[in-house]
């Protein structure tokens, strides 16, 4: 049995390529639809604020902030409150 959803990708199981292939795409590519306003923007045509550390993306039409991208020491966390959608 697998311990995690690597070793079920690397053995080659169905379900978790779904997963796989979710998640190796072109984020300026994705479309992202707004929680707030239900807007519907090009993510790569998205203004961005922030730093080193961390990147809002907000919405175009109503302001809210649809992504929040932060570097931890432990790693990347990736808060999409702000989004209903995100289309690729
Ligand atoms: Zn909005």
Partial sequence: MAD???????GG??????????FAFDITLT???CAVCDTVSGLGSLGVDG????ALVKCADCGSVLMRARRTQKGYILEMHGARHLYF
């Avoid at 199981?13 to 979710?22: G, K, M, R, S, V």
């Avoid at 730093?51 to 961390?54: D, E, R, S, V, Y």
Wanted: aromatic residues 0%.
């Fill in 13 to 22: 199981d169905p379900c978790t390529h779904l997963l796989q292939e979710a």
């Fill in 51 to 54: 730093g080193p550390l961390q």
């Fill in 31 to 33: 479309k992202i639809r």
């Fill in 4 to 10: 995690n959803i690597a070793d079920l990708i690397l």
